[in-house]
């Protein structure tokens, strides 16, 4: 079956490391997208991406790098630059205008 | 730019009540409108959609009309169960459809 599959599922971080989500898809959708959900808040765009090898910022880039070397895998990096890592990151793709979500990865910095 | 509003939850409902949860958005041109439901520790999952004005997205039981004379698209449900416990977001995706953006989410609670 097609879908999207991010892992970890939970993710555990020390200040000051970089840590990667993985988020790969096999639906053949040409975007591909990262959000940032806080407890009791929405979902914001961190970077998404139309097509391999180019990305764009969101509202919330800052702190975070991706890249798109492959139609199915658009990873994310939290760098040590991003001051309130922990949250819950949710990558999506979308073809047309039918969006599919992974199941998310959570993040805690100990 | 774009933007949607929901209603602030929680919203606690017996089970076999009525429920709304307003939106209302901000757009320029014709958006497609969408609402996706998280259940605990999940992903989004569609509930439903509408692509134009007047259009009536409908799945499991609930329901949502695209009104473009006041830019809402409230989701309904005529009897809640327990199962439908989770948080709701509402969602608009933008003419070039490159660009979903999301309303702050509501989460329903329903009792037994």
């Known amino acids: 079956d097609g879908g999207i599959t991010q892992s970890p599922k939970y993710l555990f971080r020390k200040e000051g490391q970089n840590v990667t989500l993985s988020c790969e898809q096999n639906l053949n959708h040409d975007a591909m997208y990262w959000y940032r959900q806080d407890p009791g808040q929405g979902l914001r765009l961190i970077y998404y991406?139309?097509?391999?090898?180019?990305?764009q910022k969101g509202d919330i880039a800052e702190g975070y790098s991706v890249s798109r070397e492959k139609k199915e895998s658009f990873p994310l990096t939290v760098t040590s630059a991003q001051k309130n890592p922990t949250a819950f990151y949710l990558c999506a793709s979308s073809a047309g205008r039918g969006y599919t979500f992974g199941s998310g990865t959570r993040l805690t910095v100990v | 730019g774009n933007s949607v509003t929901q209603m602030e939850g929680p919203v606690t409902l017996s089970e076999e009540a009525f429920l709304t949860i307003n939106c209302t958005y901000t757009?320029?041109?014709?958006?497609?409108l969408f609402w996706y439901v998280q259940y605990p520790g999940e992903g989004l999952q569609l509930l439903l959609k509408?692509?134009?004005?007047?259009d009536k997205g409908s799945n499991k039981g609930f329901e949502a009309t695209y009104r473009k004379e006041t830019t809402s698209f409230h989701l309904e449900k005529g009897s809640v169960q327990v199962s439908d416990s989770a948080v709701y977001f509402c969602a608009l995706l933008n003419n070039a459809g490159n660009m979903l953006t999301f309303g702050g989410g509501t989460r329903l609670m329903v009792k037994p």
């Open positions: 757009a320029t041109g014709y958006p497609s």
């Open positions: 991406s139309q097509i391999v090898n180019d990305f």
């Open positions: 509408a692509t134009k004005a007047d």
